[in-house]
């Protein structure tokens, strides 16, 4: 069974920084392409930011450009978003979500699976 599950998420001062980790299991990462989403209060869930399946290549939405970086390892079955310089806006539920291919996107409509989501919140 495949299964993503977030974590990392909280509740973060502005400017602060936050590490979200995105644990996949029921299948070998390396075969998939990985992306975050998040979704506001209110919005329709949007791209963040996304990692090929070798890691080689990253694409990203402008709004966290210099803030967002993504990795991923593939021996721990693992992907990360480092989140810094935060801002209010950046408060949503936070969603990592794969594709079998080798390259990403960060349109929500190409991804296949899932995770349940984490709350992030930016907040003074």
């Known amino acids: 069974q495949l299964q993503l599950v977030e974590s990392g998420g909280g509740l973060v001062q502005p400017g602060g920084s936050l590490r979200l980790s995105c644990a996949v299991s029921?299948?070998?990462?390396?075969?998939?392409?990985i992306g975050w989403f998040r979704q506001a209060p209110g919005k329709e869930r949007e791209g963040v930011i996304c990692i090929s399946s070798s890691g080689g290549s990253t694409n990203y939405v402008d709004s966290v450009k210099g803030r967002f970086t993504i990795s991923r390892d593939n021996a721990k079955n693992t992907v990360y978003l480092q989140m810094n310089s935060l801002k209010p806006e950046d408060t949503g539920v936070y969603y990592c979500a794969g594709r079998r291919s080798y390259d990403c996107s960060v349109a929500p409509t190409s991804y296949n699976y899932w995770g349940q989501g984490t709350q992030v919140t930016v907040s003074s």
């Open positions: 029921g299948f070998t990462l390396g075969y998939y392409a």
